[in-house]
Antibody, heavy 119, light 108 residues
Framework: QVQLQESGPGLVKPSQTLSLTCTVS??????????WSWIRQPPGKGLEWIGY???????YYRPSLKSRVTISVDTSKNQFSLKLSSVNAADTAVYYC???????????WGQGTMVTVSS | EIVLTQSPGTLSMSPGERTALSCRAS???????LAWYQKKPGQAPRLLIY???IRATGIPDRFSGSGSGTDFTLTISRLEPEDFAVYYC?????????FGGGTKVEIK
């Protein structure tokens, strides 16, 4: 079955760029009409959708984060990635990658990875 | 941008009891695009309900969803020990996708 796995540094310094990768296994990221999302959950808070990418490269970002977010896809590695620039303590969160189709719920999630922003 | 408000923030319940969780939207939602997820500490969210009332694969029938317009409800007919968790509603018909703030169902 399809599985997602996040990876990346668990600690990022303020003002630097957070970089995470989600590896898709069990199927090709290019198959079907799926959109690949990043979602985060700050400690003690709710879920916040960050943005998504289609394997063809089209993206949509949360407006409040748009100036700092870049999501990219590498079909050769079956991965997609998140870059969040100029981070601060408010970006400390568990970051999840997830799969959806347009007008469908998130059906598959990664286990999540904790990222702490601290000097 | 749609805002989803869940209430109450916390429910203290006993196993075997029935409970209902509310999700209210800031504007009318197409019923087809409302989902509920269960979230336990250290685990990824689990899809329970989509299309406001359709149980996802493998979800027990003690979970049911209802509602339309701006008001939606997740009902758990008889709480099992494994149901104590945080529940989130989500609207997925419009980007940016919105999640509610969550309702924690805790053991009384």
């Amino acid at each position: 079955q399809v599985q997602l796995q996040e990876s990346g540094p668990g600690l990022v310094k303020p003002s630097q760029t957070l970089s995470l990768t989600c590896t898709v296994s069990g199927d090709s990221i290019s198959r079907g009409d799926y959109y690949w999302s990043w979602i985060r959950q700050p400690p003690g808070k709710g879920l916040e959708w960050i943005g998504y990418i289609h394997y063809r490269g089209n993206t949509y970002y949360r407006p409040s984060l748009k100036s700092r977010v870049t999501i990219s896809v590498d079909t050769s590695k079956n991965q997609f990635s998140l870059k969040l620039s100029s981070v601060n303590a408010a970006d400390t969160a568990v970051y999840y990658c997830a799969r959806t189709q347009l007008v469908e719920p998130f059906d598959i999630w990664g286990q999540g990875t904790m990222v702490t922003v601290s000097s | 941008e749609i805002v989803l408000t869940q209430s109450p923030g916390t429910l203290s319940m006993s196993p075997g009891e029935r409970t209902a969780l509310s999700c209210r939207a800031s504007q009318t939602i197409n019923t087809s695009f409302l989902a509920w997820y269960q979230k336990k500490p250290g685990q990824a969210p689990r899809l329970l309900i989509y299309g406001a009332s359709i149980r996802a694969t493998g979800i027990p029938d003690r979970f049911s969803g209802s509602g339309s317009g701006t008001d939606f409800t997740l009902t758990i007919s008889r709480l099992e020990p494994e149901d104590f968790a945080v529940y989130y509603c989500q609207e997925y018909g419009n980007s940016p996708f919105a999640f509610g703030g969550g309702t924690k169902v805790e053991i009384k």
